[in-house]
């Protein structure tokens, strides 16, 4: 065993102790944290990276999170981190987050994330969610009904579709639930077949909703083949209409192209030129869109690759670096500590994860404009714990925001898991 992952142990429960004895300044939010119902872990049984690891989302999990979007992603990390180590723990966080989540769809929110979406909530609980899901907010909760007919069809799937039934005849649609709920149904079978239909002719306000045009068309050419030949031709020509509405821009001719490829191939060439015959908008539609440029599928990755950063080692980029915004000079920063970590030159990694973690902080501080701070924390967080778990997590503490702080731990904790299991 090497000799740092033991040290960890030692320095997680040295950070307990100190935790009881200095109260942190936040803790005046504490009560908004659910008192945790988790039985107590087996440590005993468990190898010293193990119990670094049980001991580390412990603690995280202990941070008060005010913001309920805040502490469904800390338990949603928290209990994948731990579900390989300790069960009993990774089940009672997952409890605790389908009730957050119930109560953020309920209210009328969009969860950050859904625990529900992976399948790993017990079926009474997501019969439960179900059950208790407003008529109005299966948009809100589309990535739990996913999640529950896709890991629970025998207990969820007539109570899912009977939701979408009643949405769908108030022009409510949840495309995605949908088309779950007709794999789960039976692409051939009279609901999905009635289903399929109605979803394209039910989509939502086409400018208000432009952003999803590319995943409507791909949810039409998954399911075309598989439907009758008039309900294929009905859906993809009101598809076609709604597409028609949306400005004209790469975006809106891939969808264009999407659909008009999985109408040929559903209905044959004479079906399609047959359907677009009787639908003069669509007509219209598929010939504006002959040689349009389509959008790329490739999206640019913001910051420094490692390779980059490697090439860069023993030159100072500091000033360089102090040019880019928080989240760019984030992830920058903490490439360029890796690789010279890597290098074998730890006072240098040491400043560019100063520079890192302190740009974190920076960047959650803004987070209304940052598209997904957690996973900033959680990327900077992993660069500093492949170089040494001790000093990432004392790293992570240091962090201003508890929320941001228990996120980096559960990040360094994932690193030691993923580094145990490949031993």
């Known amino acids: 065993m090497h000799p740092r992952i033991v040290l960890c142990a030692v320095l997680i429960t040295s950070l307990s102790c100190m935790a009881q004895d200095e109260p942190r300044k936040t803790s005046g939010a504490a009560h908004a944290n659910p008192p945790s119902t988790a039985p107590p872990s087996r440590n005993s049984n468990l190898g010293p990276e193990q119990k670094f690891v049980v001991d580390t989302v412990n603690m995280a999990v202990a941070l008060p999170q005010p913001d309920l979007q805040d502490r469904l992603q ?3 990390s928290a209990a994948e981190v731990v579900s390989t180590v300790d069960k009993t723990l990774a089940k009672s966080l997952w409890k605790q987050g389908v009730q957050i989540e119930s109560e953020l769809v309920r209210t009328g929110k969009t969860p950050a994330v859904s625990m529900m979406a992976n399948g790993r909530a017990d079926c009474a609980a997501e019969q439960n969610f179900i059950e208790n899901l407003p008529q109005d907010a299966v948009v809100k909760g589309e990535q739990a009904l996913i999640g529950a007919v896709s890991s629970c069809p025998k207990e969820t799937l007539d109570l899912v579709s009977r939701k979408l039934d009643v949405a769908l005849e108030n022009h409510i649609v949840a495309p995605r639930a949908l088309m779950a709920a007709m794999e789960a149904q039976g692409p051939k079978s009279p609901w999905s077949q009635a289903h ?5 002719s039910s989509l939502p306000d086409a400018t208000q909703n432009a952003k999803d045009a590319e995943n409507f068309a791909a949810m039409y050419a998954q399911m075309a083949g598989q ?3 008039d309900a294929a031709r009905k859906a993809g020509l009101a598809l076609l209409d709604w597409l028609g509405k949306l400005d004209d821009t790469p975006k809106r001719a891939t969808a264009v192209t999407i659909v008009t490829g999985a109408m040929q191939q559903s209905l044959g060439p004479q079906g399609f030129r047959s359907a677009l015959e009787s639908d003069v908008m669509a007509n219209q539609v598929v010939r504006s869109n002959t040689g349009k440029e389509t959008s790329s599928q490739q999206t640019a990755q913001e ?8 090439a860069n080692t023993g030159t100072d980029q500091t000033d360089r670096l102090r040019e880019m915004p928080p989240s760019e ?3 920058a920063a903490a490439a360029h500590g890796f690789a010279e970590g890597v290098d074998g030159d730890k006072a240098e990694a040491g400043k560019y994860l100063d520079m890192a973690f302190a740009a974190v902080d920076e960047a959650w501080d803004a987070r209304s404009s940052e598209t997904n701070p957690a996973a900033l924390v959680q990327e900077v967080s992993e660069a500093a714990a492949q170089l040494d778990p001790v000093n990432a997590l004392e790293r992570a503490q240091r962090l201003r925001e508890p929320t941001a702080q228990a996120l980096a731990m559960l990040a360094v904790a994932r690193v030691v898991a993923s580094n145990s299991m490949e031993r």
């Open 227 to 229: 439907m009758e030949p």
């Open 303 to 310: 910051g420094t690759s490692v390779l980059e950063a490697m």
């Open 329 to 331: 000079r984030a992830r």
């Open 74 to 76: 800390v338990l949603a």
């Open 196 to 200: 399929f239909e109605k979803m394209f």
